[in-house]
């Protein structure tokens, strides 16, 4: 696959030595700015009799870090990054409203099987979360195979032998196109993967997107969000995905109703997702020694919404195994 060369990289196993911080406001900026501060105490102080979250952050300023991507989504239609070394960890899916921190659940995950070899598995992220969340996954992943390259509004990221024999290209494409605004402003954003089988034997490979019902808040512990599965018969076939519907409680809303925040996740496969209700997995190529093959998944916000509560909570895969393997 072709990357411009123009686009900016690092390999994941490469944190910043010196990570730039921003400056703070000069003396005279703080005097100018002493009516605005009296305005926005009180702001804050009436939403706060109101109970609701305040969208003014001037007092509470955001630590991005320096592990920050290439936005996914489009112009004006809220966003979710995928930071540099592979976890969702900035989210803005309201107006004004940010969040940052990385879900582990939030992940890819390849699986590969070989003839007369054991299934082989791996998350693609070279940390590990804390104990004792997710044990069960295949975490680990060197890396110095890795490398991210970004340039707005795309990014790739290319896996050299994530597991033995095979090459991984992810590359993500936010529907920013130039003269094109609506076009440009649809909240979604698309995965395309290119896997090559590098070894010497034909291998069946499955991709696995896990992706949680929330962005880490208290909120997502509060009940009431519903997953379901969904097919949508397509000119180029069928398209299989799970609706994530969230019931957000913030910015006054709990007065107002129930309102719920949803999210798709889709991949053109002509079978549904057999990883659970709380992941998607792609289609699984069998690839002979040196073919290439291609998977593509969307991500976006559905409007529709859901008014079923949910029963139970819907989980991901259990906590002693890791990505399943979907069926020959």
């Known amino acids: 696959m072709d990357i411009p060369s123009a686009a900016w990289q690092r390999r994941l196993d490469r944190m910043p030595e010196q990570p730039g911080r921003p400056a703070f406001w000069a003396f005279r900026s703080l005097v100018r700015l002493v009516p605005t501060y009296f305005r926005l105490r009180e702001t804050l102080a009436r939403d706060r009799r109101m109970g609701r979250q305040s969208v003014l952050v001037s007092f509470d300023p955001r630590r991005a870090g320096p592990l920050q991507g290439v936005p996914l989504g489009g112009i004006g239609g809220g966003t979710v990054t995928r930071g540099w070394r ?16 990385a879900v582990p659940a939030d992940q890819f995950s390849v699986a590969v099987m070989r003839e007369e070899r054991p299934a082989q ?3 693609l992220y070279p940390g590990r979360p804390g104990p004792p969340v997710l044990r069960g996954w295949e975490w680990g992943m060197d890396g110095a195979c890795a490398t991210y390259h970004a340039l707005f509004p795309r990014a790739w990221t290319t896996y050299e032998n994530p ?4 090459r991984l290209t992810c590359r ?5 196109i130039p003269h094109e605004y609506r076009a440009s402003s649809l909240p979604a954003g698309v995965f395309a993967w290119t896997v090559e089988n590098t070894g010497a034997e034909p291998a069946t490979v499955s991709l696995m997107l896990t992706f949680q019902n929330g962005i880490g808040a ?6 009431g969000h519903v997953n379901r599965r969904f097919r949508l018969d397509a000119e180029g076939g069928p398209i299989v995905g799970i609706r994530l519907a969230h019931a957000n409680r913030q910015n006054g809303l709990r007065a107002r109703g129930r309102r719920r925040r949803t999210t798709k996740i889709r ?3 002509p079978s549904p997702p057999r990883n659970g209700r709380g992941s998607l997995s792609l289609p699984a190529p069998a690839l002979r020694p040196t073919e290439t093959g291609r998977m593509c998944g969307i991500l976006s916000p559905d409007t529709r919404g859901w008014r079923k509560p949910a029963k139970a909570p819907l989980p991901f895969p259990g906590p002693r195994s890791g990505p399943r393997l979907p069926r020959r």
């Open 86 to 101: 592979g976890d969702f960890a900035r989210w803005q899916l309201q107006p004004g409203c940010y969040s940052y921190g």
């Open 121 to 123: 598995a791996r998350v």
């Open 163 to 166: 597991l033995p024999g095979l």
């Open 172 to 176: 993500q494409v936010s529907p920013v």
């Open 218 to 223: 208290p909120n997502d512990l509060a009940g």
């Open 267 to 269: 991949s053109p496969s």
